[in-house]
Nanobody, 124 residues
Framework: EEQLVASGGGVVQPGGSLRLSCAAS????????MGWFYQAPGKEREGIAL????????YYTASMRGRFTISRDNAKNTLYLDMNSLKPEDTAMYYC?????????????????WGRGTQVTVSS
């Protein structure tokens, strides 16, 4: 069974940094498109970034591109999200997602494999 497990969340002060990880099991995801999404309380799930099998990355917003960096280690079957200059409005549950595809789509509904999420809280 394919599975994604996100980790690395926690409580951090404004301006701080975190690295989220998403470990895949049950299959090799080196040929998958993978992405990170976030969902704040009472809001819809929104995209942060995605990355194709060759490491080509795309970001949903300019503000995300400037503070967050998506990367992957295919040898470890793991996806990462480095988050810097965190703000209180970044407080949310963060999810990783994947789809077996040689290309990526920005459509949230396009991804068919989701992890459970890891909570990030930015607070002083």
């Amino acid at each position: 069974e394919e599975q994604l497990v996100a980790s690395g969340g926690g409580v951090v002060q404004p301006g701080g940094s975190l690295r989220l990880s998403c470990a895949a099991s049950g299959n090799t995801v080196s040929t998958y498109c993978m992405g990170w999404f976030y969902q704040a309380p009472g809001k819809e799930r929104e995209g942060i970034a995605l990355i194709d099998s060759t490491g080509g990355a795309g970001y949903y917003t300019a503000s995300m591109r400037g503070r967050f960096t998506i990367s992957r280690d295919n040898a470890k079957n793991t996806l990462y999200l480095d988050m810097n200059s965190l703000k209180p409005e970044d407080t949310a549950m963060y999810y990783c997602a994947a789809k077996r595809s040689s290309y990526c789509s920005y459509a949230r509904s396009w991804f068919d494999l989701w992890g459970r999420g890891t909570q990030v809280t930015v607070s002083s």
